[in-house]
């Protein structure tokens, strides 16, 4: 509960609420709401043209391929990551850490780089590449490769500290009375972090949807073919579209509302606050 | 005393858990990383020196570290007033602004930058009435910073909210009954405690600017020398199949955001210690 803080001035609140309201309102609902407008200007029949329109299916069939692959890969790796660094001690485990984290750190755009460089047609196996007639930039596997470089950190950074929390007491009981390690994860270490856990699967979500930078550098921009939904907007802005941009961004823009209503829902559930900032 | 790589435990999965981790972080993060590293040694001195000296380069560094640090100061300004109104007062429709506060992190950065361009555009909901003042702010260097305003937003306020939570109230309550008036008791007990709060949230908004490309580009005219940023000239540079320009003025970035990354743990490292 709050209480009453009779120590500041009387018109601190009115001042600092004022201030905080107006300031998200230009920089957060604003934007929200020009969304919506812009999208539905020419009534409803435009906008579900625009988002049911061939460049537009293909574009929102290519993002759900990103996610169905990257998310699954990355909580694996955020769980067994979360396992080695919560549940052992052992030399170089800040270095692992940090290697974890920099994804997070590293511009987008040096994400995308980093990827041409190395399977662009002058990059490292490129000629190779070439050679057996295998695309991987300009083509899916690039955008699939980006997308999983940069969500990569998400699901290992939310369990690790709830593992950590949890220490190793519960499992080692359940070692001692006979199980084995796959029941000892499924039925004590699993129930323990299922929150933390689902919340990192939301968040990766969220980012490979929405992932722009790195992906734009190794698209290619192929209409139809290798354009995500944040591409696709890109596209039709730059055709002035602007109608049909709005309409399909839109759709991540509910996908965003999605998350943090998923999101305060999980704070409720493990009655702690989050964010999505660390 | 013997040398450990591990300590001993009875709990399954570390080979299995270590191996695999260290073969996806090595494939995923290292190796392209390190790609990155090593074309640049195909650069000698006086190359690598042409590339960043360029004059167009040099202007997109000035805009990216000048945009970023202005708005990561905003930020830092009206980051503090919302985690404090968030922290001490209670409002209608609290909860709901509290969950707004992180829509940068779960909005597209494409979808932002549409968004902020129609609303500061000189026909928008806001542009329309700065233009009669004669301020333009879409398509000009101003909507580089607030692109970058809002992709920030969330990271002052996230760090410094906590500890404004857990801030005792005894302290204030105890300058204050020595005779210290409010501001006095803000600037001398509480803000110092919220230093590195407001410091690592300053670093970390700062660091997520400098590299930020989506939400720009659309509200930026992106013209060379006056409103290009950095993450641009990487683009531009890889789309004419210039990989040593781009590779060059990439590197120059990762080290920025190391140097970042490296003054970030140094804040956490040295609060951690003062605390103890």
């Known amino acids: 509960m709050q209480t009453e803080h009779r120590l500041e001035p009387k018109w601190l609140k009115p001042l600092l609420l004022g201030i905080t ?110 050679e057996h007639d295998i695309r991987i930039v300009f083509a899916t596997p690039g955008i699939i490769l980006a997308t999983l470089f940069i969500t990569s950190p998400f699901v290992a950074r939310e369990i690790i ?105 999980i704070e409720w559930r493990i009655g702690k606050k989050r964010s999505l900032a660390h | 005393m013997k040398w450990h790589f591990r300590k001993p435990s009875v709990l399954p999965g570390f080979g299995l858990t270590l191996g695999f981790s260290l073969i996806y972080v090595t494939l995923l993060v290292l190796i392209p990383l390190g790609g990155l590293l090593l074309y ?21 560094f000035k805009l990216s570290f000048g945009a970023s640090f202005i708005a990561a100061l905003i930020n830092l300004f009206f980051g503090l007033i919302v985690a404090w109104t968030l922290a001490r007062y209670n409002f209608f429709g609290k909860k709901i602004v509290d969950a707004l506060v992180d829509l940068p992190f779960a909005l597209p950065t494409a979808v932002a930058g549409i968004a902020l361009a129609a609303i500061f555009a000189s026909n928008g909901w806001i542009g329309s009435f700065l233009e009669p003042l004669g301020i333009q702010i879409a398509y000009s260097r101003a909507g580089v910073v607030v692109a970058l305003i809002f992709i920030g937003l969330p990271f002052v306020v996230r760090t410094v909210q906590p500890v404004i939570e857990e801030f005792e109230k005894e302290f204030e309550e ?7 008036s409010w501001w006095q008791t803000f600037s001398r007990v509480i803000l110092p405690s919220l230093l590195p709060a407001l410091l690592t949230g300053f670093a970390l908004s700062f660091a997520r600017a400098l590299g930020e490309y989506g939400s720009i580009i659309f509200i930026s005219s992106n013209m060379p020398y006056v409103s290009e940023i950095v993450p641009l000239i990487i683009v531009t540079k890889l789309s004419q199949f210039d990989y040593v320009g781009a590779t060059a003025v990439g590197t120059v970035m990762l080290l920025a955001t190391f140097v970042i990354l490296f003054f970030i743990n140094a804040i956490q490292i040295y609060s951690r210690e003062k605390s103890l």
């Open chain 1, 21 to 130: 309201l107006l300031f998200l309102g230009v920089f957060l609902a604003l934007p929200l709401g020009v969304v919506f407008s812009e999208a539905l200007a020419k009534g409803w029949k435009v906008y579900f043209e625009s988002i049911s329109e061939p460049d537009a299916i293909a574009a929102i069939k290519l993002t759900l391929l990103v996610v169905i692959i990257t998310v699954p890969l990355n909580t694996i790796f955020g769980v067994a990551t979360a396992w080695l660094i919560a549940k052992f001690e052992f030399r170089g485990k800040g270095i692992l850490i940090t290697l974890i984290d920099l994804p997070f750190a590293v511009s987008p755009v040096i994400a995308g780089l980093i990827f041409v460089l190395l399977f662009g047609s002058s990059g490292w196996l490129g000629a190779w590449l070439g």
């Open chain 1, 161 to 265: 500290p709830l593992m950590q929390e949890q220490g190793t007491d519960e499992e080692e009981s359940a070692l001692t009375l006979g199980a084995t390690g796959w029941q000892t994860f499924w039925k004590v270490t699993l129930p323990n972090i299922k929150w933390g856990l689902l919340y990192g699967v939301i968040l990766s979500n969220a980012r490979a949807m929405g992932e722009f930078g790195a992906v734009a550098v190794v698209s290619g921009h192929i209409r139809g073919v290798t354009t995500t939904m944040p591409l696709h907007v890109e596209i039709l802005y730059g055709e002035y579209l602007f109608t049909a941009a709005f309409a399909v961004a839109s759709l991540l823009t509910l996908l965003a509302l999605l998350t943090l209503v998923l999101k305060s829902f």
């Open chain 2, 40 to 60: 640049t040694t195909k650069l000698s001195w006086s190359e690598f020196g042409a590339v960043i000296l360029d004059p167009r380069v040099l202007a997109s």
């Open chain 2, 174 to 180: 105890a300058s204050t009954s020595l005779g210290a």
